[in-house]
């Protein structure tokens, strides 16, 4: 039915239900779509030729904007924090306040450091930032059937906002739930905007936002992609869902944590930095 679905890097739990979604979602046709996907490791790339690519965050904690000092004590938060993000021996549960630890201390030191905002274009435009291969085809598709795509992340929106922007792909079809900076009347970060949206509490971030879906309640068939378990609740404001196909990308710890992934994710894409499986679905729904 398609292709891609046979790549290498898929492993699915129950192919025939896949299908089952797939051709019921079709069936309704594209204008009944939306879809949801997380920034950070799900639209942007995990890893560029063996090397880490950078989240929201690491943009601005690589960047000139940071002291050193300060660059040195987010890398300590980082080497932390992270393990503890992708343990698949610990329960959500225990990690959620670890994680708002992590992300509070985080937003602390950025706020410190007195950034502007003229100077976040430069600064992602010198980062090693990548979106997926393929996002061209991914965003411009979307763009063009008209179909919403709402990036719903926990990572740093005025940042989230200049990769696509800088990689024209910013289309008026896509709407960002994020963490925004607020900055001053002089231009320089002073805290962030509303309540913090951190890995494990997109649910509720979700639900602060129901008008948004409410606009989108023609569309009750969602495709939604992640790469954090914590990514699984995005669609929990939809209204009257119908069909819903999760995509993850399982893109560390891969042994330990695939059979948690086969669980929650019906396609699962194993170290695939690409948007070739996504892009498949969305050709044969439109
Ligand atoms: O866009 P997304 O929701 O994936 O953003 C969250 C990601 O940002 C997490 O997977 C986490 O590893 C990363 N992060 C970071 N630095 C922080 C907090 C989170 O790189 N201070
Ligand atoms: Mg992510």
Known sequence: MIPELSNPSVCMRDPERVHEILQSMAKSGSNTVQVISDFDMTLTRFAHNGKRCP??????????????????????????????????????????????????????????????????????????????????????????????????????????????????????NVKVFSNYMDFDECGVLRAFKGELIHIYNKREGALLNTGHFQELRARPNVLLMGDSLGDLTMADGVQQMENILKIGFLNDKVEERKQSYLDSYDIVLVKDETLEVPNAVLLYLT
């Open 55 to 172: 989240t929201c965050h690491n943009i601005l904690d690589n960047s000139k904007l940071i002291s050193d000092d300060c660059k040195e004590q987010l890398k300590e938060l980082l080497n932390t924090y992270y393990p503890i993000e992708i343990d698949s021996s610990r329960s959500i549960d225990e990690k959620l306040p670890l994680m708002v630890e992590w992300w509070t201390k985080a937003h602390e030191l950025l706020v410190q450091q007195k950034i502007r905002k003229d100077l976040l274009a430069k600064v992602v435009q010198e980062s090693d930032a990548m979106l997926r291969e393929g996002y061209q085809l991914f965003f411009d598709h979307l763009h063009e059937h008209s179909i919403p795509l709402l990036i719903f992340s926990a990572g740093i929106g005025d940042v989230l906002e200049e990769v696509i922007r800088q990689a024209g792909v910013f289309h008026p």
